[in-house]
């Protein structure tokens, strides 16, 4: 899958074998995040260098360069990316370097979809990095109203008396902080000159 801007976690999944990948994708998909798959082990520290991600499941079993190593690879490049390792041959001494690696759960296989979803999740809220919905809804309409304000050239007041709105609620509305009525938002979009629809992005 090619990458893609969204305010959706965005997943890495490593695994040599392509049919675990698509199904990987296809359940995470569904619950809203950015999945972009990999089959080869050494091509995931270029993935990881380019792709924003939050979170990679790395199957620890692959031919080549294993799970372990190429989590070892992508921890010179980044620290702080939250790690799920997937294996269907659990030991005491892989678990223990994957831990020394800063790797924060385990999937075993086989395992079911709802183990999976459980697990995402459960990492991501751990890392502070799984919203509720409403909250993406409102950062998402900020980040549209911020770009397209910042493009026109408008500061918050020449918006605010554009759209006969605070400039303190519109810079709560850039935030992400607070929701505004259907019609403040109308008024805002008429003010960008987008329709309405627009305001909402890639939701």
């Known amino acids: 899958m090619t990458e893609r801007t969204s305010l959706a976690p965005h997943i890495l999944v490593v695994d040599d074998d392509v049919a675990i990948c698509e199904m990987l994708e296809t359940a995470l998909a569904r619950d809203g995040y950015v999945v972009v798959t990999e089959s080869d082990p050494t091509k995931v520290e270029e993935r ?12 620890v079993m692959m031919p080549g360069q294993d799970g372990v190593e190429t989590l070892r690879r992508v921890r010179e490049i980044d620290r702080s990316l939250a790690a799920v390792m997937i294996t269907g041959f659990p030991s005491v001494e892989t678990a223990v370097q994957a831990m020394q690696l800063d790797a924060l ?6 395992f079911t979809v709802e183990e999976l979803r459980a697990t995402v ?3 991501l809220r751990k890392r502070g990095l799984l919203r509720a919905p409403e909250k993406q809804v409102l950062l998402a309409i900020g980040d549209v109203v911020r770009t397209r304000r ?30 505004a009525s259907v019609t403040a938002l109308y008024r805002v979009a008429v003010a960008l000159g987008i329709p309405m629809k627009d305001l909402f992005g890639d939701l």
């Open 121 to 123: 999740a459960r990492v």
């Open 105 to 110: 759960d385990y999937l075993r296989k086989p």
């Open 150 to 179: 910042q493009e026109l050239g408008y500061t918050l007041r020449d918006l605010g008396v554009r759209a006969d709105i605070s400039v303190s609620q519109l810079s709560q509305v850039e935030r992400g902080e607070v929701g």
């Open 48 to 59: 990881v260098r380019t792709g924003h991600f939050q979170l990679l499941l790395l199957d």
